[in-house]
């Protein structure tokens, strides 16, 4: 099948370049961060966050080589998996955004890694569901280090009671942790969350049950995932400046 057919009218040669050259520019500064931090750039993950943006944009970045793909809302991410799954494209899927546990029977076996894992109850229910299903399911828990009120995740004092719980549900690959720097955070602020955040990740593994599947900080986006990665982070979750401004899309 031709590009066209695969994407549609909308689909445009130029559309992919510019995917293939906004990519190459962020991979560019990952591997500067990781030179600043002395870390081997093959410990990054890039993801590409698509969401809001049309079906379109996703499979013109999978053409321009993009391999994991972030969504925040399930219908979207489950629409979007249909779609690509369509013209061949199975990237890794990472569901980013938080999950309310009676729509976990919807993503359960599609996922590559749910990075949004904020309560106990949620994680049983996931854990449930891939039994069901006779899948694994890779999980991130969401940690709130910063506090903030207004934020979903776990407090740092409550990781470890989590934890415990967590670590006896089947199903279940608990990898890591996953957090957001101070909404609002302008440039610099970011860095003591980070670095807090990747504090609590190394010792909790020494509390985990399996800590040989313990080596997955997500941390970093747009704005911030330069001082992630010099402060540990392993995927970094990009939209803006992979898929351009949301906020100025038609609606
Ligand atoms: C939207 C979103 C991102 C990407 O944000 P940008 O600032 O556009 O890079 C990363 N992580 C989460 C959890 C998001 O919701």
Redesign the pocket.
């Known amino acids: 099948m031709s590009n066209v057919e695969l994407i549609g009218s909308e689909f445009n040669e130029d559309i992919v370049r510019g995917f293939e050259q906004r990519i190459a520019e962020v991979k560019g500064s990952i591997a500067n961060s990781c030179k600043k931090a002395g870390r081997d750039v093959g410990c990054i993950t890039l ?1 590409g ?1 698509s ?2 943006f049309p079906v379109s944009y996703a499979k013109a970045a999978y053409l321009a080589g993009l391999r994991d793909f ?1 969504e ?1 809302r399930v219908q979207e991410l489950v629409s979007k998996i249909e779609e690509l799954n369509k013209c061949d494209m199975r990237p890794n899927w990472h569901l ?2 938080s999950l309310q546990k009676n729509k976990v029977k919807y993503i359960v076996g599609k996922t590559h890694l749910i ?2 894992v904020d309560t106990v109850d949620l994680a049983r229910e996931i854990s449930r569901k891939s039994v069901a299903n006779g899948v694994v399911t890779s999980i991130l828990l969401e940690a709130n280090i910063s506090g903030e009120e207004s934020k979903h995740g776990f407090r740092e004092n409550e990781l470890n009671a989590a934890i415990d719980d967590i670590c006896t549900l089947d199903g279940l690959k608990l990898k890591g942790l ?1 957090t ?1 720097a101070p909404i609002q955070s302008i440039h610099g602020d970011a860095r003591p969350v980070f670095s807090r955040t990747k504090k609590v990740f190394d010792s909790l593994k020494g509390y985990v049950k399996a800590p040989n599947e313990w080596d997955t900080l997500s941390m970093g ?3 911030d ?1 330069d001082i992630a990665i010099e402060e540990g982070s392993t995927i970094v ?7 351009g401004d ?1 906020s100025k899309l038609p609606q």
């Open positions: 993801i966050v969401k809001v972030g925040n980013i955004g990075h949004s996953m957001m986006m747009s704005q995932y979750r990009i939209g803006t400046s992979i898929f949301r």
